[in-house]
């Protein structure tokens, strides 16, 4: 494994697995916006990968069903806005899924 640093600098709390390593469909590409930003963070901190891109598909780079649903309680913490699994399911990436909450077509309702 292979340590890496947070994008803020600060270590992470535990080894991440490089990006590089998990032999992905997609290339990196950085977030772009803040709410890209922030969804990378979160998805690095639960998935235990580094760096994260806005097109890398969430269960591509290790994700499951109780990693969704842990993912899913840190975007309402940090957002206010409450994400369906539904959205997760179907929009996979930081892409998709920043453009869901932006329009709110991925809010639970």
């Known amino acids: 494994m292979t340590h890496v640093e947070h994008e803020s600098g600060a270590p992470a709390t535990e080894p991440a697995v490089a990006r590089a390593d998990k032999n992905l469909s997609t290339e990196y590409i950085p977030p772009r ?6 969804l990378a963070d979160m998805w690095a901190e639960r998935l235990k990968v580094r760096p994260v891109g806005v097109d890398d598909d969430f269960f591509e780079l290790g994700g499951h069903s109780l990693a ?18 539904q959205t997760l399911f179907l929009q996979p990436s930081i892409a998709e899924l920043a453009a869901a909450l ?7 309702g």
């Open 33 to 38: 916006t803040d709410l890209e930003r922030r």
């Open 68 to 85: 969704a649903a842990e993912l899913l309680v840190d975007i309402a913490s940090a957002t206010g806005v409450e994400v369906s699994a």
């Open 102 to 108: 932006e329009t709110g077509t991925g809010a639970q």
